[in-house]
């Protein structure tokens, strides 16, 4: 993570460590005037127009949020992302944001059709349910999935 950094709001997944030798992330954007926030009462203490990057205070083995049915009842759900994304990021000019389900492509290619079902749940919760109520500026949700396909089989054997 170099230079400027054009972006006010990252929830989701961590960094990895950098190997371009630019630099530490973390330290990157806390120079920048970014607000980390990694449990859910710490993201609902941020000021709307905070620069804010959002984690879970533990992530999985690839830094990643986990499926949904093994997320730690602790640990802030997709929905909580956005919806505190929303509220952070609302203003009088608008904004954008992008929401991606990518443990339902995860759980796609391991052929994982529970953990795949319950991540497509819960991203359509983030995408659908997160607000409660819509942000003051109007806003038109783009849904774009550009591969995710189910690629499950089940087999019958019979003897």
């Known amino acids: 993570m170099s230079g400027a950094l054009n972006f006010d709001y ?5 960094f990895h460590d950098d190997e371009s030798g630019e630099g530490n992330a973390v330290e990157t954007a806390k120079a920048n005037g970014f607000t980390f926030a990694y449990t859910r009462s ?3 203490g941020v000021h709307p127009g905070t620069r804010t990057i959002a984690m ?4 999985d083995s690839s830094l990643a949020l986990y499926y949904e049915l093994d997320r730690p009842e602790d640990h802030l759900s997709l929905a909580e992302f956005t919806k505190q994304g929303i509220r952070i990021l609302d203003n009088d000019k608008g904004f954008f944001m992008m929401v991606e389900g990518g443990k339902i492509d995860w759980a796609c290619h391991a052929n994982d059709a529970r953990a795949a079902i319950d991540d497509t749940i819960a991203f359509d919760d983030a995408v659908c349910g997160a607000g409660g109520s819509p942000p003051a500026t ?22």
Do not use: C, K
């Open 42 to 44: 710490q993201l609902e």
């Open 56 to 59: 879970n205070h533990t992530l």
């Open 138 to 159: 109007p806003f038109i949700p783009d849904l774009f999935l550009p591969h995710n396909r189910v690629n499950f089989s089940v087999r019958y054997f019979f003897i």
């Open 10 to 14: 990252f929830g989701g997944g961590g």
